[in-house]
């Protein structure tokens, strides 16, 4: 016999405990003749008896009291192959959209940076689920709208749906009046993300709205134009919120008229989502 199979291991320690194939044939609900089969088989593979037959039933040989010592190990390793081992950060690899991890999260994000196996943070959605597609992060936080452009299957949960706001300089909008939606920002300047964000998509429908609509990839350069100019941008009620604490030069007002954004969390596996999102949602119930 070229294979050697777990039953075989395990009916041989049976015998070597109980020190009989019939004890042992009862104790596994199978025939003793079947048990000498297994036992046979084993011999066989190994290349030398294991047992010897005694007055009051069998007893190990030396080879066989050898080889006990090794099938214990061997099948304590094989039981533990079958427990699922404790989910660990450091095997983990997170990705996430950098608004997300800066504005709404960043006390996971500053609690995991060492702990992680990879922590990917992008300012484009789509590259995440790129990476996510090719099997190169476990789980990605990004805008919920993505989902149509993730392959294979997945499991998801929604972790907060946002309103869009419009932010710029307080002097500037103060100017506006009320600002309920869209259309009260007629005839302004628009500083926008590029076309991958849904929100711009949905902007760039009504473009004949505004006077000038500029795009700039990285919010920090973004954020400087404001400042510095009577631009005004689209951005999600967390980061607004924030950047309004921090920078009193700046005002918003929300335009529920503009989709939500639904921020998401996706994984492969529901014990990674799970672990993810009950601290994602108790850090959000704490702020």
Not at 56 to 70: K, L, M, S, Y
Request: hydrophobic fraction near 45%; charged fraction near 20%.
């Amino acid at each position: 016999m070229d294979n050697l199979n777990i039953d075989l291991i395990r009916t041989f320690l049976i015998v070597s405990r109980l020190r009989s194939f019939s004890r042992a044939s009862n104790y596994l609900y199978i025939d003793q003749s079947t048990v000498s089969k297994k036992i046979r088989q084993l011999e066989e593979w190994y290349g030398a008896p294991l047992f010897v037959r005694t007055a009051r039933g069998v007893e190990p040989t030396i080879a066989g009291r050898n080889f006990a010592q090794h099938a214990n190990q061997l099948l304590a390793d094989f039981t533990a192959l079958r427990q699922p081992a404790p989910l660990d950060w450091s095997s983990l690899r997170v990705g996430a959209f950098d608004n997300i991890a800066a504005y709404l999260f960043p006390d996971f994000f500053a609690r995991h940076l060492a702990d992680l196996n990879q922590l990917k943070i992008e300012n484009e959605g789509v590259k995440l689920v790129d990476l996510f597609n090719a099997g190169e992060l476990d789980l990605v936080i990004i805008n919920g709208s993505l989902s149509t452009a993730i392959s294979g299957e997945y499991v998801d949960r929604c972790l907060k749906k946002e309103t869009m706001c419009v932010l710029g300089r307080r002097p500037a909008l103060t100017a506006l009046g009320t600002v309920t939606q869209l259309a009260d920002l007629r005839g302004q300047d628009l500083l926008l993300a590029p076309d991958y964000c849904p929100v711009t998509q949905e902007i760039l429908r009504q473009q004949g709205l505004f006077r000038h609509i500029r795009q700039v990839d990285y919010t920090a350069t973004m954020l400087q134009l404001i400042l510095q100019t009577d631009y005004l941008t689209i951005l999600p009620a967390g980061m607004v919120a924030h950047l309004m604490l921090t920078t009193p030069e700046l005002a918003g007002a929300s335009l529920p008229d503009l989709p939500r954004r639904a921020v998401t969390a996706f994984a492969r596996e529901q014990a990674v989502l799970d672990k993810v999102v009950a601290e994602l949602l108790g850090d959000a119930k704490e702020a």
